[in-house]
């Protein structure tokens, strides 16, 4: 099976622009979740979507929206980015079933705000 | 609130040498616990995961970890270091309920390797 695939891989903005970052899950997974790693904070949970609902969330203001497909592929938005937002952005998908399980992340996308 | 917390930021030890990696947890109930693994410029492996059972779990390339308790610790070990394990490791909560894809990650510990 492939894994996560993630894209761009990089990525530079600056101020004020949107961005918008597409995650392909593994094949018959129906949850992706989206992190953002950064040095100062680490790793943060931003939501998750399961069958194209958004199932959890974290604590990140409404500039930072998601969806899902009926495919289940996922895409992030990000709306007048800020410098803080530079980050690694990473994907993560598991079957999505109530048991928690694991999650295969992929490479991520690093995006840079200037 | 759930937390994660990781007491080492670095370590280095030489190569051959045993290695422990601390991770200490905050939760209500019996936690669903992760050590993963990241390379420089690269995603996250997993590495072990521990849901129930037998405390002392194995893992890929080596590695262990057991879970305590008593103690709210889940240490990661491997008793011979490879110059590949280089690298960060990163523990992690996951918390179980109608509220999946949520992991919960302590900040990291960065392992160096001497020759």
């Known amino acids: 099976k492939a894994g996560v695939t993630q894209t761009p891989r990089y990525l530079i903005k600056t101020r004020g622009q949107q961005v918008t970052l597409s995650c392909s899950p593994i094949?018959?997974?129906?949850?992706v979740s989206w992190y953002q790693q950064t040095p100062g904070q680490g790793l943060q949970f931003l939501f998750e979507y399961f069958s194209e609902t958004q199932r959890n969330k974290g604590n990140f203001p409404g500039r930072f929206s998601g969806r899902q497909f009926s495919n289940s592929r996922s895409e992030m938005n990000v709306s007048t980015l800020e410098l803080g937002d530079s980050a690694l952005y990473l994907c993560?998908?598991?079957?999505?079933?109530?048991?928690?399980?694991?999650?295969?992340f992929g490479p991520g996308t690093r995006l840079t705000v200037l | 609130a759930q937390s994660v917390t990781q007491p080492d930021i670095h370590i280095t030890v030489s190569e051959g040498a045993s290695l422990e990696l601390r991770c200490n947890y905050s939760y209500g109930a019996t936690p669903y616990l992760f050590w993963y693994v990241q390379s420089p410029g690269q995603g996250l492996q997993l590495l072990l995961k521990y849901f129930s059972g037998d405390t002392l779990v194995q893992g890929i390339k080596g590695f262990e970890a057991e879970f305590k308790r008593s103690q709210s610790s889940f240490n990661l070990r491997k008793p011979s270091v490879h110059w590949s394990d280089a690298a960060e490791y990163f523990c992690?909560?996951?918390?179980?309920?109608?509220?999946?894809?949520?992991?919960?990650f302590g900040k990291g510990t960065k392992l160096s390797v001497k020759p």
């Open positions: 094949s018959g997974h129906r949850s």
């Open positions: 993560a998908s598991s079957d999505g079933t109530p048991r928690v399980d694991e999650q295969f």
């Open positions: 992690a909560v996951a918390l179980y309920g109608g509220s999946q894809g949520n992991l919960i």
